[in-house]
């Protein structure tokens, strides 16, 4: 099983639908949680944080179950402009010291359609 | 504020050659990584700087890929010599301290690889 997966899709939508991608991850040790969006030839860029109580921005909500180990992001009113691939990311503390992993998901890609 | 530079955007070499790429992180971010992404996969790290130590290169492939942060600000990531399967993109990234955990990464644009 891979430590981080999302599923590749990809996601065809129309625009104004709103759209969920779900991510799992392995690690019950992982700590910090986040979703990156990666537009077609370019870098990622930081979406969001996904705290624990779960949080909200704008069109974007992220949400964190601990207990099945895995993270949401809900997209609203979708447009044009959120064709991308969104990649899912888990920060693990492998031991007491400051030893962290990162570890990304593959991505899932998501395309709007008008 | 000026993001993560990296320079140069796109090369092309013969397979055998030396390659370098640089990297700027944003400014007073301590913590400094290099991936490697090829397409439609997840970035992989390489080699994860703190200052100027390396904490983590378990996963740079030592025998021709070699890094420095001297300073412990730029950085230089280089193969000697390319092979064919080293053509991806490399991307760079800086953050603050790691134990601010909240905080993702900031990359740069990336230099894109060709070996031919």
């Known amino acids: 099983r891979k430590e981080v997966e999302q599923d590749p899709g990809p996601f065809n939508v129309p625009e104004g639908a709103t759209v969920a991608f779900n991510c799992t991850y392995s690690?019950?040790?992982?700590?910090?949680f986040f979703w990156y969006r990666q537009d077609c030839r370019k870098e990622p860029k930081l979406l969001m944080s996904?705290?624990?109580?779960?949080n909200e921005d704008g069109r974007f909500t992220a949400q964190l179950n601990r207990a099945s180990q895995y993270i949401s992001l809900l997209i609203r009113d979708s447009k044009l402009s959120d064709s991308a691939t969104y990649l899912c990311?888990?920060?693990?503390?492998?031991?007491?010291?400051?030893?962290?992993?990162?570890?990304w998901g593959l991505g899932t890609s998501l395309a709007v359609n008008p | 504020e000026a993001g993560v530079v990296q320079s140069p955007r796109y090369k092309i070499i013969e397979k055998k050659q030396p390659v370098a790429f640089w990297c700027n992180p944003i400014?007073?971010?301590?913590?400094l990584y290099w991936y490697l992404q090829n397409l439609g996969q997840g970035p992989e790290l390489l080699i994860r700087y703190e200052n100027e130590e390396a904490v983590d290169d378990s996963q740079l492939p030592k025998d021709r890929f070699s890094a420095e942060r001297l300073k412990g600000v730029d950085s230089t990531l280089k193969i000697q010599p390319a092979e064919l399967g080293d053509s991806a993109v490399y991307l760079c990234?800086?953050?603050?301290?790691?134990?601010?955990?909240?905080?993702?990464?900031?990359f740069g644009s990336g230099t894109r690889l060709t070996v031919v």
């Open positions: 990234a800086s953050s603050l301290d790691p134990r601010y955990s909240r905080y993702g990464y900031t």
């Open positions: 400014s007073g971010h301590n913590t």
């Open positions: 690690n019950s040790a992982s700590q910090s």
């Open positions: 990311v888990v920060r693990t503390v492998l031991n007491a010291g400051n030893n962290r992993k990162l570890i």
């Open positions: 996904v705290y624990s109580s779960g």
